[in-house]
DNA sequence: AATGAATGAGATTTCATTCAT
DNA sequence: TATGAATGAAATCTCATTCAT
């Protein structure tokens, strides 16, 4: 888990935002000097090449999704809650971080490379076996409905994640995400749960302290 | 609704198969000439400017799409069939032309210009308020249940039905997406039907002569 | 003197006015054929190349000073109504056509070729030569002072001419060019006529039906 | 007043001399880069655009004009030896660098950019100005004669002046322009001074230290 | 007489990267 | 750690011109 240097972070910062609002097309070695007020040579001081520097912003969202998920998966609470937590994480991170969004879920750019696209397919696939994981262990609580088999609900939760942020993003970030995220999930919920054990919706989740707590570290502590 | 000449059809289609295979990076003047044998210049005889090549693949595409969109609302059908309809016709499209869903999937290819991201909203929302209006059809009709607003359902189906073609994509189209989209759709006809009215699972649907050749009419003619 | 064909006068006018407008760099066989309505390699049934345009020009119009000159020369009058006819004959021709003004009054635009810019020296030498053999007339004469070399006062006289032009050019044609010649005349009359036999200044010279007439010849018929 | 670097002037320098010697067509940024025995994209390091190439040579001859003209203002000398300071620095000025004559008096060159015609048309009033307030001067002082408008002698003046350095340039430089323009001003003096106090003409001015000297200044800090 | 299609040459400009300082 | 200057490669696009029809 390589850690980077001040600059090393600014780059990688500035480098998300450029792709965020002009397109790969903008990520340019002058572009990023010119974000940062140095030289273009200065950039090579902190990185060998650009294809580094796109690794590692990979790199950097891997390691911070790795640590949510983990503490995601080391909390004790039901199945249900904990993919609650997930859905939260991920819009709160983006809200947070709007060009994140924007990059993340644009795999594409990062097609034409195989470290690169190798490194996208690792990242989505961390995410999608935590969403497995935790489905497999709600339907084996009785929490989720089994008949619909765990890969097909985790691809339609995450189908709907990335698509209202993908909308967020087009819409130029113009409606509140989290909001809409905590609406989404409502439906999900009456999607998933299994028929017999009706839990009651919790409007109050987001507020009690511990996940809330919990969310706001995963953000500060990517 | 702008038509193409010989040509311009054949650029357009090299084009989005080099996005395809190479990604947006790749797609220059000179490797849509080369993979033409024509030179470079030539290029500029069929098209103004580069741009003007991405907008008329976004046209085709969006043409077709409203080709297909209309036929399949025309159709005297239930709207569980119609939505079924969509999805299938999506799949098979695609999988028909693999490489129009690397371009279509990939809307940040567009993002650095604002008349391409425009067309690429237009796309995306003609879709979806298609199948916002097949879903508020079934919940008139009790096909489809009322307890998630319709916005959420269409969300969330075409949330799944984006996802799993980008999968496809990634994993370089080496699953049969036909069959992957018709074990997704099981899924999501159980997780929408109206629990009143449970209707049969129509396993052959894909093999009925009207829709399978009403699919192949909207491949070939789009 | 070659003549031309309806097109080529076509092809010259517009060529004119091309670079008139928006300067030698726009005079582009692309632009012609557009201003024409034609097609590019139709051009090339008229002319060989574009060179042979840019000669063309020059031609038609040395043809048309010659004329003009010789007719001056013939007329009956004192040197000063010559030399005034000249005058307000070069007015007329640019008023009612000030693209040639643009054109022809910049020489640089054709320096970079040695037959383009041999044509010019011949054109702007016509000119001065015919200037010069009024005002030695004037001399000879007593109309015209002797104190100053006839070819300084050509010099001056021609200088004057154009820079009134090129003035009319740059303010974008906004004022009255003919009248301001007017203005220029009488000063010039003013500064050269003959200390000894002053005349009086003539305001209805250029109602002269005569004199009026001869211009409107050399305009029409250039 | 923008100042140039090393690099950017001999970039002005090279340019001037391109345009002069083979036509603002030549001009081009490999003919630049060869010129200085550097590569093309190292020109952009100095100059964002060609545009802003000849936006320099502009604003570097304005500022040179500029300066030449507040000198010759500030002299204690009668109107018409002002007048001749000026022409005669004019002369000298382009004499030393004849390159910056074919370029300064092909306005036309400039006309395809609003930014550069707009140049181009300030520079012309500068001088146009600065000889107008001197006539009016001599006017004042009985120097110069009052019977033509000044603005009317400003044109004829300027007029020559401008003409004869064409013709120094069509001819290939091949005629001592200083001495031409000497002769033309003992003309001009003769045309404009007034007729009650008749000045000795001065031959000797050109010769006295400190018109040469300050001409000389002139020339070398433009 | 005219055109659609094409092309070699070349224009301006951008890019990632290097090197000397 | 940083920079000014530079560069090879390549991008987009324009130009005058040709050729088959």
Chains 1, 2, 3, 4 share one sequence.
């Not at 090393?8 to 935002?17: F, L, M």
């Amino acid at each position: 888990m390589t850690t980077f240097t001040e600059r090393q972070k600014e780059i990688i910062n500035v480098s998300i935002k450029l792709i965020a609002e002009k397109g790969i097309q903008q990520l340019t070695i002058k572009n990023i000097s010119k974000s940062l007020g140095i030289s273009e040579p200065a950039i090579y001081r902190h990185f060998e090449n650009k294809l580094d520097i796109l690794l590692a912003i990979l790199s950097n969202f891997k390691n911070s999704s790795k640590a949510a998920i983990k503490r995601i998966h080391s909390v004790d609470r039901s199945a249900i809650e904990q993919i609650e937590m997930m859905f939260l994480t991920h819009f709160k991170r983006f809200a947070e971080k709007p060009a994140l969004a924007a990059v993340l879920f644009s795999e594409e750019i990062f097609q034409n490379d195989k470290r690169l696209s190798a490194q996208v397919s690792t990242i989505m696939k961390l995410s999608q076996q935590a969403m497995s994981t935790l489905i497999k262990k709600g339907q084996g609580n009785n929490e989720i409905r089994k008949d619909i088999p765990e890969e097909q609900l985790s691809l339609i939760i995450m189908g709907a994640l990335r698509l209202i942020v993908k909308k967020w993003k087009l819409s130029n970030f113009s409606f509140d995400l989290e909001k809409e995220g905590g609406k989404l999930w409502k439906s999900i919920i009456k999607l998933i749960e299994s028929a017999k054990k009706k839990r009651p919706f919790r409007t109050d989740l987001m507020d009690r302290t511990d996940l809330h707590s919990f969310i706001q570290y995963e953000i500060k502590n990517p």
